[in-house]
T-cell receptor
Framework: DTAVSQTPKYLVTQMGNDKSIKCEQNLGHDTMYWYKQDSKKFLKIMFSYNNKELIINETVPNRFSPKSPDKAHLNLHINSLELGDSAVYFC??????????????FGAGTRLSVL | AQRVTQPEKLLSVFKGAPVELKCNYSYSGSPELFWYVQYSRQRLQLLLRHISRESIKGFTADLNKGETSFHLKKPFAQEEDSAMYYCALSTQGGSEKLVFGKGTKLTVNP
């Protein structure tokens, strides 16, 4: 009964390929996020969507394109993968209320390895 | 610009010893601070936030605006506290987001 689920858990691919990571939350939250965690465990926000609308885009290369078909899903598509894209990508969600604002619930992560 | 600094990348203590994980922030607005924890092979989860002023798993953290700090403390560390700890700052107004520190890996030795 996972609250925030990401697929796949592991992704190994060649440079230049295009790949997608999917995220779904069953918490009824309004806002979803994508984070990148590099090899040094540094966690940095990439995108945020609120009710299917993009609200944060943190100077991420335009090879990365998030898509939110509905507020329970936020997928991440990456074109022309590069070696530097290798990282763990985390999806998260939160509810827009004064009490719960910015309490984020995280997925288990997707480990992307670009060869 | 918002920034969260966790000066210790690694911290190692013995079981039963006090532990303090340091966090300093830089933000011109009114800050909201959090500690998130990632246990081995588990997902990142909220440990506590400053507005709740509560103790979770024996951990407490006090926001010190004068020193711009939000250090995480526990008087007696347990082996199960071993994990990666992230301090995070929530920005206000418009597109709220969390800015994370680089994390501190805590190891509690038996």
């Amino acid at each position: 009964d996972t609250a925030v689920s990401q697929t796949p858990k592991y992704l190994v691919t060649q440079m230049g390929n295009d790949k997608s990571i999917k995220c779904e939350q069953n918490l009824g939250h309004d806002t979803m996020y994508w984070y990148k965690q590099d090899s040094k465990k540094f966690l940095k926000i990439m995108f945020s969507y609120n009710n299917k609308e993009l609200i944060i885009n943190e100077t991420v290369p335009n090879r990365f394109s998030p898509k939110s078909p509905d507020k329970a899903h936020l997928n991440l598509h990456i074109n022309s993968l590069e070696l530097g894209d290798s990282a763990v990508y985390f999806c998260a969600s939160s509810q827009e209320s004064l009490l719960a604002k910015n309490i984020q619930y995280f997925g288990a992560g997707t480990r992307l390895s670009v060869l | 610009a918002q920034r969260v600094t966790q000066p210790e990348k690694l911290l190692s203590v013995f079981k039963g010893a006090p532990v303090e994980l340091k966090c300093n922030y830089s933000y011109s607005g009114s800050p909201e601070l959090f500690w998130y924890v990632q246990y081995s092979r588990q997902r990142l989860q909220l440990l506590l936030r400053h507005i709740s002023r509560e103790s979770i798993k024996g951990f407490t953290a006090d926001l010190n605006k004068g020193e711009t700090s939000f250090h995480l403390k526990k008087p007696f560390a347990q082996e199960e506290d071993s994990a990666m700890y992230y301090c995070a700052l929530s920005t206000q107004g418009g597109s709220e987001k969390l800015v994370f520190g680089k994390g501190t890996k805590l190891t509690v030795n038996p």
